[in-house]
């Protein structure tokens, strides 16, 4: 199983991005589904998940302007992020817990974003 990430870019403050995730390979079940950013010189941080069932969560810097949806029929997961700040800049990472013969956690491969005017 393979993740690819894709949706980075740059962006003047107060603007939208939207990133997404896609699992490619055979025969897998995608679990939780989650989105994390990491800059430079820092730990990478959790900014969403998204569960099987659809519940959600949100880090306390990204809540009320970003969104993260999953769609199981296309093996994606998005993140929506409005409002952007150049806080926000980071190298994106999506992230799928996914079950194969066994339950393993899988990354993308990362997409800049980048928020500056």
């Known amino acids: 199983v393979q993740l690819q990430a894709s949706g980075g870019g740059l962006v003047q403050p107060g603007g939208s991005l939207r990133l997404s995730c896609t699992a490619s390979?055979?025969?897998?079940?995608?679990?939780?589904m989650a989105w994390y950013r990491q800059v430079p010189g820092k730990q990478r941080e959790l900014v969403a998940t998204i569960t099987s069932r659809g519940k959600t969560d949100y880090g306390d810097s990204v809540k009320g302007r970003f969104t993260i949806t999953g769609d199981n029929t296309k093996n994606t997961v998005y993140l929506q992020m409005n409002s952007l700040e150049p806080e926000d800049t980071a190298l994106y990472y999506c992230?799928?817990?996914?079950?194969?013969?066994?339950?393993?956690?899988?990354w993308g491969q990362g997409t800049q974003v980048t928020v500056s005017s």
């Open positions: 390979g055979s025969r897998f079940s995608i679990n939780d």
């Open positions: 992230y799928m817990s996914i079950q194969t013969d066994f339950l393993l956690a899988y």
